[in-house]
């Protein structure tokens, strides 16, 4: 089992920035990738970002492209999303998850409990 705990939400005005930490412990050499999700009130979970521990495999959701960067820190076990020029279609609770699996968007057996970002236009 791999623990995760997301940290680095809050509220923020639209064109501002915030950085998302997720911290993994357990059994880390399982997991393949990290990602996140996210789920805004009334809608689906849906994909944000996902990054390899290896960096080779980043990947990115459509909506956050350009404005959102994925990186990790393997030494710590933490992954880093980093939004900037942030709008107010980007509030949600957003998840951290680990996955065995390179390259999935969907097989993510783990999960942290989650953060909230607001963004207020």
């Known amino acids: 089992q791999v623990q995760l705990v997301e940290s680095g939400g809050g509220l923020v005005q639209a064109g501002g920035s915030l950085r998302l930490a997720c911290a993994a412990s357990?059994?880390?050499?399982?997991?393949?990738?990290m990602g996140w999700f996210r789920q805004a009130p009334g809608k689906e979970r849906e994909f944000v970002a996902a990054?390899?521990?290896?960096?080779?495999?980043?990947y990115y959701a459509d909506s956050v492209k350009a404005r959102f960067t994925i990186s990790r820190d393997n030494a710590k076990n933490t992954v880093f999303l980093q939004m900037n020029n942030l709008k107010p279609e980007d509030t949600a609770v957003y998840y951290c998850?680990?996955?065995?699996?390179?390259?999935?968007?969907?097989?993510?057996?783990?999960w942290g409990q989650g953060t909230q970002v607001t963004v207020s236009s």
């Open positions: 998850a680990a996955s065995p699996v390179v390259g999935s968007t969907t097989i993510y057996p783990n």
């Open positions: 990054i390899s521990w290896s960096g080779g495999n980043i």
């Open positions: 357990g059994r880390t050499f399982s997991s393949k990738q």
